[in-house]
């Protein structure tokens, strides 16, 4: 990927890292209204880029962002708050951090059947 490449570039190839991993995908994206671009939610600003969950029980909440950006307080205290419930929430820098983070996604070992 080029240093040119956007933040929902990344998200792509994360995406398809996890779905090789086994991984179930959330992803919100914007759409085009009368008022430009918005991705409508219910409910508090500032949810993660994607939340992942593995069969075998894991969960990831990964906020996504190119430096010099950062997230916004709202960002923060989701992260936070999906700590503090016991899910694995991350600030990722890309693309800083998404080599180690492609590889821990897609080589999730399958899950093993009841009777192994």
Known sequence: MTERATERDY?????DAARLGGWFVHAERPARSAKGWRTPIRGHAGWPD???????GRALALELK?????????QMSWLLA??????????VYV??????????????????KESE
């Not at 800083?96 to 996604?105: G, I, K, P, T």
Request: aromatic share 2%; glycine share 2%.
């Open 95 to 112: 693309p800083d951090d998404l080599h180690a983070l492609v590889a821990e996604l897609a080589m999730t070992p399958p899950r093993k």
């Open 82 to 91: 999906l700590e503090l419930a016991g899910i694995d929430a991350r600030l």
């Open 11 to 15: 998200e792509t190839t994360i995406i």
């Open 66 to 74: 190119r430096r010099p950006n950062k997230p916004t307080p709202e």
């Open 50 to 56: 994607l939340f992942l969950v593995n069969p075998d």
